[in-house]
């Protein structure tokens, strides 16, 4: 069962992105890393917000729902494979400065905002 479950999530979450890529690309008028960028702090803010519920005893998940929702959903939401593929991209374009500050930005904001989700959830 919690194969079916991960594999649901995975789904949901890999729609999810795919939504928010479009989107943005619809709204920009072209694709763009941002969207990448978008769905890695927004999951990375989730999943901060969720552990630290857990971690506080504010929420409870049965082992199959943390599966769903942090194997599945969050894990097909969250796009770092698709980050670093953006950043070799920038590379190969000759946008060194823009490739390197795509990978500390979001590395430095990823951890904020997992960081800001978790004591958002603790307190």
């Known amino acids: 069962m919690i194969w079916i ?7 949901i979450g890999s729609v999810a992105r795919h939504g928010v890529n479009v989107s943005l690309a619809y709204l920009l008028g ?5 969207a990448t960028a978008v769905v890695n702090l927004v999951g990375s803010a989730c999943i901060g917000l969720l552990a630290g519920l857990i971690a506080s005893g504010r929420a409870d998940m049965s082992a199959n729902m943390r599966a769903f929702v942090f194997v599945g959903l969050l ?7 698709s980050f670093m593929l953006d950043t070799v991209t920038l590379t190969h374009a000759g946008e060194r400065t ?8 979001q590395m ?4 904020v905002a ?5 004591q958002l959830a603790v307190r």
């Open 108 to 111: 430095a904001l990823g951890l």
């Open 114 to 118: 997992v960081y800001a989700g978790y």
């Open 30 to 34: 072209r694709p763009v890393p941002y």
């Open 98 to 105: 823009l490739a390197l500050s795509n990978v500390a930005g």
């Open 75 to 81: 894990g097909g939401f969250t796009t770092f494979s």
């Open 5 to 11: 479950l991960v594999a649901a999530g995975g789904a």
